[in-house]
């Protein structure tokens, strides 16, 4: 079984330039999550959506970050435009109705120089 | 305060020794609570829920105190495939599945 796909793996920006992290998650999965982790601030949350619909983004940094989910197989979080500070790992995670695991997946390193 | 914290560590530990972590969390409401555990430079896999009466997995032993907001995991004879960092996350009272996580506790086993 696939399990959340996130593109691409690493991504490596000069400062100013617009960022695009996609990701894919688990087929049937009703809930989707953007987590940023970095050492000095761990896994924050950044914004989920339950059937598309965004729930809470009272974690998304500013208004440089935004994400969207437009359909039940895809969602995108942007950074336009991208900072220094913005280097981490951008993980997505996926979780069913049924459950309240959180599935991971391999996550995005972002650097940005 | 951070809505949930954990010791940083790192634990040096030992094989075959018993270590238990810690993770405080400030919101009394918090419904569900649950153990990650994260492999240098991979994502956070589920390890276990925590439930109120307590609940174990093999060598893994999990406790929740709701009267003083704290979840604890005890690893048994641990082994050097234990190493990694552990992370503690609460999930709150509002509905939805907003997952609050710590900072990570890094192990180390030691042959």
């Known amino acids: 079984d696939a399990g959340v796909i996130q593109s691409p793996r690493h991504e490596v920006t000069e400062m100013g330039q617009e960022v695009t992290l996609r990701c894919k998650p688990i087929?049937?999965?009703?809930?989707l999550f953007w987590y940023r982790q970095t050492m000095m601030r761990g896994l924050e949350l950044l914004i989920y959506?339950?059937?598309?619909?965004?729930?809470?983004d009272s974690g998304m940094p500013e208004d440089r970050f935004s994400a969207k989910m437009p359909n039940a197989s895809f969602s995108t979080l942007k950074i336009q435009p991208s900072e220094p500070r913005d280097s981490a790992v951008y993980f997505c995670a996926s979780t069913p109705d049924s459950s309240y695991e959180q599935y991971f997946g391999p996550g995005t390193r972002l650097t940005v120089t | 305060r951070k809505e949930v914290e954990q010791d940083p560590g790192p634990f040096n530990v030992p094989e075959g020794a018993t270590v238990a972590f810690n993770c405080t969390y400030s919101n009394s409401a918090s419904q569900s609570f649950f153990w990650y555990r994260q492999d240098c430079r991979k994502e956070p896999k589920l390890l276990m829920s925590?439930?109120?009466s307590g609940n174990e997995d093999g060598r893994f032993t999990a406790q929740l105190n709701r009267a003083s907001q704290y979840i604890s995991l005890l690893i048994r004879d641990s082994k050097l495939s234990d190493s990694a960092t552990y992370l503690c996350?609460?999930?709150?009272?509002?509905?939805?599945?907003?997952?609050?996580f710590g900072a990570g506790t890094r192990l180390f086993v030691k042959a």
């Open positions: 996350a609460v999930m709150g009272n509002t509905g939805g599945f907003k997952t609050i």
């Open positions: 087929s049937g999965h009703n809930s």
């Open positions: 925590v439930y109120s």
């Open positions: 959506f339950n059937n598309n619909v965004p729930i809470d």
